[in-house]
């Protein structure tokens, strides 16, 4: 044993296995947790009610992105040209969906009745999961974005346009010349405006989902590369590529509302309800934490050290706890929202952040996540 050296994640997880005198354990949630990575070519699958990992789900190519629309689960293959939809009781592939050409970022409707992938160098494809059955729509550009309302399409171009696409008959109905190329498109919760980040200026463009006509560009501190709306979709929080702050937007009055100082380097963002709060997660990659603030106080809620390199993090529906994903290992660092937000454990803030729940390994280079639950 002289030399063997002991990982973060073999003694975090030792210890999330010891006695815990007497204590009940607390509820776990019921459901799975499907995560895409480069460097395997299968999902891989963990049990969140045990916080390991079960089975691989194997698939051709490397998947590139998991997809949850309504009750059904798909996994995207570039490389294979393909769509694959996945039975999530029984890890198995039920169908394909071939494409013409690599896959690349894919959305479904808020019902889940309707799915958009972008494809080839000029073109989308609206899909029916029912059906399996897709259309192929050009585009007068190269396709950047994409987001989808309940009957629109909205794709961002690398000539700098937005082009709106009907959801239902796969027409065209405009495109609006921008000016700068947008590689960040989201749609209001209403879906009556489209919110577009600018890639190579720093700005959010706001459009008129239903005749184009642009609203507004608003000016930020750095360039936007992430969106994430609170609950209510009153609040859109953006983070950048290099600063440390996270602007708060007020998307149905088309303005900036306030700058927030959101740790070292924000990259993953999830809101959630957990403790009877609204929250906001944020992890860091500058310091390798997980930040979470109270979006109704905007104040700082909790702070916990999680290492390695944060990436996305997801919160299971019940609230009770947060996983956080590496960017690089794939482990999944597990935070307990009792203990993350205890008041008793206030005063610990002032001696460092607070400890993980454990820590399970999925798989490196992880590209997407997705939580299912548990058919009952």
């Not at 947790?33 to 070519?41: G, Q, R, Y």
């Not at 900036?256 to 309800?273: H, R, W």
Request: some cysteine; overall charge positive.
């Amino acid at each position: 044993m002289a030399g063997k050296q002991i990982t973060r994640r073999a003694l975090i997880g030792s210890a999330a296995l010891l006695p815990a005198c007497g204590r009940t354990r607390s509820p776990r949630y019921q459901g799975w947790l499907f995560v895409a990575s480069t460097n395997e070519s299968g999902v891989a699958v963990a049990d969140l009610s045990e916080f390991r990992r079960v089975t691989t789900i194997a698939l051709p190519k490397p998947p590139q992105q998991i997809l949850r629309a309504g009750e059904r689960v798909f996994a995207t293959c570039p490389d294979a040209h393909a769509i694959y939809e996945i039975d999530p009781a029984r890890f198995t592939i039920v169908a394909k969906i071939g494409l013409p050409g690599q896959v690349g970022p894919m959305v479904a409707t808020p019902d889940g009745s309707a799915l958009a992938a972008i494809t080839l160098e000029r073109g989308i494809q609206l899909i029916d999961p029912a059906s399996r059955r897709s259309r192929q729509v050009l585009l007068p550009g190269s396709p950047d974005g994409l987001d989808v309302s309940s009957d629109t399409a909205a794709i961002s171009t690398r000539n700098g346009t937005i082009v709106r696409v009907s959801m239902k008959t796969g027409v065209i109905a405009g495109v609006t010349p921008l000016g700068v190329r947008c590689d960040l498109v989201r749609f209001r919760h209403d879906g009556k405006t489209i919110l577009a980040g600018a890639a190579d200026q720093n700005q959010i463009i706001t459009l008129d989902a239903g005749s184009g006509k642009l609203l507004t560009r608003l000016p930020l501190a750095f360039l936007p590369k992430r969106f994430c709306f609170s609950d209510d979709g009153g609040q859109m929080f953006v983070t950048g590529s290099s600063d440390d702050s996270i602007v708060i937007v007020s998307p149905y009055q088309n303005e900036v509302d306030q700058t927030i100082i959101a740790g070292q380097k924000p990259y993953g963002m999830q809101v959630a309800v957990s403790q009877g709060r609204n929250l906001l997660f944020v992890t860091n990659a500058g310091s390798a934490n997980l930040t979470i603030f109270d979006i109704d106080t905007r104040q700082l809620a909790s702070s916990v050290h999680i290492g390695g390199v944060p990436g996305e993090v997801l919160i299971t529906p019940d609230g009770n706890y947060a996983l956080v994903i590496d960017r690089d290992s794939g482990d999944v660092s597990v935070v307990k929202m009792s203990t993350a937000l205890s008041h008793e454990q206030l005063a610990m803030m002032a001696y460092g952040t607070r400890p993980l729940f454990t820590v399970f390994p999925t798989g490196q280079m992880p590209q997407s996540a997705a939580i299912i639950p548990k058919a009952t």
